[in-house]
């Protein structure tokens, strides 16, 4: 006997890790330069080498007992205070040491958050496009996660069609600016106005509806846009923020959760994030990269290589005759498909081994995902076949 839920998410594998893997076997046979793979979004720029110091100064002035041991399951006191730190200088928002629970990463941080606002007949909501794994992960609370559809084509949040959808039943709602897949920065005025309606929902329904702010793409934002820090718009916000993206450790699994002092039922939120943490498995998170983030909180990324390939792949996609939400962060370009249906545009590019993400998964359909964590070459030289594929329609 086993879980038949459990098996059918095993089971079905994702599309883009499909995809992905279709990649690698057709590199085997035409060569890695012939295939181009825009399926994963895995960092594409080295680590600042600052982490790779802190590592080495670590390993060599900390007793090992310390650096390999269990910390405290909410995480290193010097940690919460070094992120705490920088944060209140970059956003001056008053945290505190004791709002933060060092995570391993969003994915985990997300799951624990989901399982403490799902009381009975809960109800998420989620602005498409949005990050599939969402849906698992809010299904496996016993909550039902309800999708605000995209607001085309800017991609920003469709108020009248949030308000439509809120219920009672509304715990939260979930945000992910910089955004997977559509790379669009929600505004600071749609941030506010949004701020509005659910500060007036939560007055009639008399419960908060938090948002839970996604936010591994946080530091990544081109031409000085400024991606707002949503705790200073909105109190009743969740933050789930990771450094899989910002530093390029992904495979390390690090972040932090943080709570407001001023959220509703703050403290009691908070200790019902670390039980909900504990009954996932959470013990602490490692406690190396722990203390790699005490002295590297304030880093930020080096985005050049970035920003030169989404202003290559974004101009050379208008230039060929294709329409795309404007890419100001992450690092995902969100394209609508040529002739109306993305999954079969990008069965016909999978035939050119040019790899691309239908956004039927994202909750939006039309659309493809290209993820331009890649080389610079790799776009120059599919930018042919992209014009290749419009006009061959
Ligand atoms: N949320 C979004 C929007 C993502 O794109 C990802 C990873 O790609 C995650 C969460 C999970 O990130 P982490 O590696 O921090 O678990």
């Known amino acids: ?35 181009y793979d825009y399926s994963l979004g895995n960092p594409s720029i080295p680590s600042p080498a600052a982490v790779n110091d802190a590592i080495r100064a670590i390993l060599s002035d900390t007793d090992s007992l310390a650096v390999h041991g269990y910390t405290s399951a909410v995480g290193d006191l010097q940690t919460r205070q070094a992120i705490a730190d920088d944060l209140n200088s970059r956003y001056n928002a008053g945290v505190l040491p004791q709002e933060l629970f060092i995570g391993c990463g969003a994915a985990p ?59 009672p039943n509304t715990c939260a709602l979930i945000l992910n600016s910089p955004n997977n897949p559509s790379g669009t920065v929600y505004t600071a005025h749609t941030l506010t106005a949004l701020a509005d309606l659910l500060t007036k929902k939560s007055e009639e329904y008399g419960h908060p509806i938090y948002i839970v702010a996604d936010e591994p793409y946080r530091e990544l934002a081109y031409d000085g846009v400024e991606v707002p820090f949503i705790p200073t718009i909105y109190k009743n916000t969740i933050v789930c923020y990771s450094y899989s993206k910002s530093l390029s450790l992904p495979g390390e699994r690090i972040g932090y959760v943080y709570v407001p002092g001023g959220a509703t039922d703050s403290a009691a939120l908070y200790a019902a994030i670390a039980g909900a943490a504990r009954a996932l498995g959470h013990v602490c998170a490692p406690s190396l ?78 659309y493809f995902r290209v993820c331009y964590c890649v080389s610079f070459e790799m776009i120059q030289k599919s930018l042919p076949v992209f014009a290749s594929l419009i006009q061959d329609l």
């Open 289 to 366: 990269w722990q203390k790699v983030i005490a002295r590297c909180a304030g880093l930020r990324p080096d985005l050049e290589a970035y920003d030169r390939n989404r202003k290559a792949l974004y101009e050379g996609l208008l230039a060929a005759g294709y329409e795309t939400a404007k890419p100001d962060g992450a690092f995902y370009l969100f394209v609508k498909a040529p002739g109306g249906d993305a999954v079969a545009f990008s069965e016909k590019a999978k035939k050119k081994d040019l790899l691309l993400v239908p956004g039927d998964g994202f909750g939006c359909p039309g």
């Open 1 to 35: 006997m086993y879980n038949e839920k459990a098996y059918a998410l095993g089971a079905n594998r994702s599309c883009i890790r499909d995809l992905f893997e279709y990649g690698q076997q057709r590199a085997a046979i035409v060569g890695k330069e012939n295939v």
């Open 109 to 167: 941080e997300l799951c624990a958050v989901f399982k403490t606002l799902a009381v009975p007949g809960a109800e998420f909501l989620v602005i498409a496009p949005f990050f599939p794994e969402y849906r698992p992960w809010v299904e496996e609370t016993g909550a039902t996660l309800r999708v605000v559809p995209a607001d085309i084509p800017n991609f920003q949040i469709d108020l009248n069609a949030v308000e439509q959808m809120l219920t």
